[in-house]
């Protein structure tokens, strides 16, 4: 009997490894192994040191704002409560309708509003008054305060990665502040894209609370831009903000979203739209 069972073993791997007739038709070949290699090439080309990359972030914003003369855009403004909890719940949203026009000329107006109701006898949207203020200016200073020429005394930089998107090299790079004294100077990191050298994404954080008696803190803010034609302008803000004391109604901790969108540039706004009632100016610092 192993004699038998030793035979069948050997019967069943011969007819295994017998080859087989092949089909009538073309034959294809698999190829068990392939190897490629490409050759090591020298770069000798010196790299771009920090300071450069920040002149050229500075000539590069700088630049973005000349090419803007007039602008509109739509601003949504969302306040979210309980966003730290499973079900968070939409408090506040306001909807706007922006226009800038150089030197000196902006207008904003109130397109909605709802405010959820806290309760018998709220009035809701009516007692609300939160909105955006914004300057005539298309500088962005939200964006690039830590980039401006007149801030590199005040903080420190250093190029944390190179990041190839497409056919975009992306430099991130890290920002703190030099003196550790002022709470109101925040640290971040910010993405530049190098084929224009603009700063297309922003992330903001404070170690301590800028306003302690009343915020606990501001743990994360972020900015991001995006690309209208051949503009870059604002696209997104989030951040959640911390408070020292609970608000009635609302709690410790809640989030604010506000969205640009629809934008239209270099139309050609005319001076008597901003002379028109209801006509706004909004302070330099909220561009």
Same mark, same amino acid.
């Given at each position: ?5 030793? $035979?069948?073993?050997?019967?069943? @791997? #011969?007819? /295994?490894?017998?080859? *087989? ?9 698999r ?18 040191? #920090? ?5 050229? *972030?500075?000539?590069?914003? /700088? ?50 509003? @709802? ?54 090299? *992306?430099?991130?790079? /890290? $920002? ?5 004294l ?5 640290? %971040? #990191?910010? @993405? ?8 297309v ?9 800028? *306003?302690?008696?009343? #915020? ?12 209208? %034609?051949?503009? @870059? ?13 609970p ?9 604010? /979203?506000?969205? $640009? ?12 739209? $901003?002379?028109?009632?209801?006509a706004t ?5 909220a561009?």
């Amino acid at each position: 009997m192993p004699l038998l069972f030793l $035979f069948s073993l050997l019967a069943a @791997w #011969l007819a /295994a490894a017998a080859p *087989v007739s092949a089909a009538p038709g073309p034959t294809l070949a698999r190829e068990d192994t392939m190897h490629t290699q490409v050759s090591e090439v020298l770069v000798d080309a010196p790299r771009v040191t #920090l300071d450069e990359i920040l002149d050229r *972030v500075a000539r590069g914003e /700088a630049h973005r704002d000349s090419l803007m003369h007039d602008q509109s855009f739509r601003t949504t403004l969302r306040m979210v409560i309980k966003s730290a909890s499973p079900n968070p719940q939409l408090f506040l949203e306001t909807v706007s309708q922006v226009y800038k026009k150089r030197p000196d000329k902006v207008r904003s107006v109130l397109l909605r509003k @709802w405010r959820m109701k806290m309760g018998k006898g709220d009035k809701g949207d009516k007692d609300d008054d939160m909105q955006l203020d914004f300057g005539p200016g298309m500088g962005e200073d939200v964006v690039n305060f830590a980039f401006q020429p007149s801030a590199r005394r005040d903080f420190k930089y250093r190029i944390v990665g190179r990041d190839l998107v497409g056919s975009h090299l *992306v430099y991130r790079i /890290a $920002f703190t502040p030099r003196s550790p004294l002022d709470p109101t100077t925040p640290s %971040g #990191l910010v @993405w530049i894209d190098t084929n224009e050298f603009v700063i297309v994404r922003q992330e903001v954080g404070f170690e301590r609370s800028p *306003v302690p008696l009343f #915020l606990k803190g501001i743990p994360r803010m972020v900015i991001e831009r995006a690309r209208v %034609g051949d503009y @870059w302008v604002l696209k997104r803000l989030l951040m959640r903000i911390q408070t020292t004391v609970p608000i009635p109604k609302i709690g410790s901790s809640f989030d604010i /979203a506000v969205n $640009f969108d629809d934008y239209a540039i270099n139309q050609g706004l005319a001076d008597s739209l $901003f002379t028109a009632p209801g006509a706004t100016r909004g302070p330099e610092s909220a561009q």
